[in-house]
Structures are given as C-alpha cells and as structure tokens.
C-alpha cells in the first residue's frame, strides 16, 4: 500500500475547478479526478469531459505528467460527444494533445467509440478485477453494469470512485439505453460488500457532501433499503 504523501488524489467538479464559466457543466454538476504517484509524477484522469485541457493543464501545474485516462463509462458528460443538442469536448480532444491509453470496460468499448469518435483500436478493454497501476498506485477496475452495460467503478487506497453507479443519494438511472435495473441492483450489493469502508467518491455532487464512508452511504442511501430484488422492485417501481 502506498503511503499517504506518495498518493495524489483530486477531485474537480465540472463548472467550478475546470470547465469554469461553462453554464451546462455547473448545471450537470460532474466530477473528474486526478490520481498519481507523487514519486514518479504519473497522473491519471477519471472521466474527463466538457474542457479536457483545463484537467491536463491542472495535472501539469501539480508537476503531474498524464500517462492514462480511466472511464466509467460512455454517457457524454463523463467522455465528450453529443448530449441534449450540446457538444460536449472531452477524450478526443484530450487524445489530440497527448496521447495515452484509455481504459474502458470490454463491454464498454463499442458505446465509447461511438459517442467520441476515438477508434476501437486506440482504448484498452479490461475485465472485472483488472488492475491498472500509476507507479506504485495499483487501481483496481470493477465492473458494476446497471447504469449502462460497461459501467465501472476504481478502487484505490480506501476509495471507490462510483461513477454513476452509486450516489450518495440514490444511483445511477437504469432508463438509458444499455441500461438494465436487476443488474444495478447486483453492483450496488456487490459494492455494498467491499471491505475496508472505502470513502466513496461519485460521479457527480447531487448531495449535501461531496464524498462520505460507504458504511454511511449504505446506512442513509434509500437504495440500500431493499434486501432482494422483489424489495429492489418495488422500490424502484419496476
């Protein structure tokens, strides 16, 4: 386990820390984080859309050089592309000035090309379980569809970036096309069963708090009321 100086860690919310002045951005309210190793100076970014750069150029004023981006998944806010009569910047234009893996799930690859234009043969595809090291930083990729059917989380040092499987307050919409409800409630209890309390960090700030322990995100988020999927059911109205 790395120690804490080594770690860097940030997360940016999209319309204030990058992306500033940009009225869609602080209306969708996204998180982009940053992860690196202090000692070698590898970042990577979670997530980069809207204004790519200005994540690039926060890394580089921390004397971070970017060696990755990690994606959570395809929607348009988390990546770039087109998203309700906007076009969103994001992995391609960051690809456009430098030029670093991308790291999807298997099932996501087709859905991220799609939405960004950037060629199946320029993303990595991995499975449930894979780790992606930053330096001695090891960030373990776990697959949790639901939201859409290539959706991950990042486990790392006591955190679990969510994305948009797990809020605060409540989860991800299962409506979208890919979507699929039973299985979010399988990667919500999945996630529920991590050790360790990591403090979960999400894919956007729809709470009061911009992260909390998992221990109080099960205690208080209404998605952890149902014990099975009949309960699940019921209480998402499906």
């Not at 009225?23 to 990577?44: E, P, S």
């Not at 948009?164 to 919409?173: I, N, S, V, Y």
């Not at 979507?179 to 709470?207: C, I, K, T």
Request: aromatic content about 8%.
């Amino acid at each position: 386990m790395p120690d804490s100086d080594r770690l860097y860690f940030r997360q940016l919310l999209a319309g204030r820390d990058f992306a500033a002045g940009d009225m869609f951005a602080a209306q969708m309210r996204n998180f982009a984080y940053l992860i690196g190793d202090r000692h070698t100076g590898d970042c990577v970014v979670v997530d980069p859309a809207y204004a790519a750069g200005d994540l690039l150029d926060a890394a580089e004023a921390d004397g971070m050089r970017l060696s990755g981006v990690l994606v959570t998944h395809h929607h348009p806010d988390h990546v770039g592309g087109s998203m309700m009569g906007f076009q969103l910047k994001g992995l391609a234009e960051l690809l456009d000035r430098v030029s670093v893996p991308v790291h999807v799930n298997s099932q996501e690859t087709r859905w991220v090309s799609r939405v960004t234009g950037i060629g199946m043969g320029d993303l990595t595809a991995h499975e449930h379980g894979d780790v992606v090291s930053v330096g001695a930083i090891d960030i373990e990729l776990l697959h949790t569809p639901g939201h859409t059917p290539g959706s991950q989380c990042f486990l790392l040092d006591g955190r679990l970036i969510a994305g948009d499987t797990l809020f605060l307050e409540g989860c991800g919409r299962t409506d979208f096309p890919g979507g699929n409800s039973e299985d979010m409630y399988r990667s919500l209890q999945q996630l529920a069963r991590l050790s360790g309390d990591p403090v979960v960090f999400p894919g956007h700030w729809y709470s009061a708090a911009p992260s909390a322990s998992l221990s109080e995100v099960k205690r208080s988020n209404y998605v952890y009321r149902a014990s099975n999927l009949e309960q699940w059911r019921m209480l998402m109205g499906g």
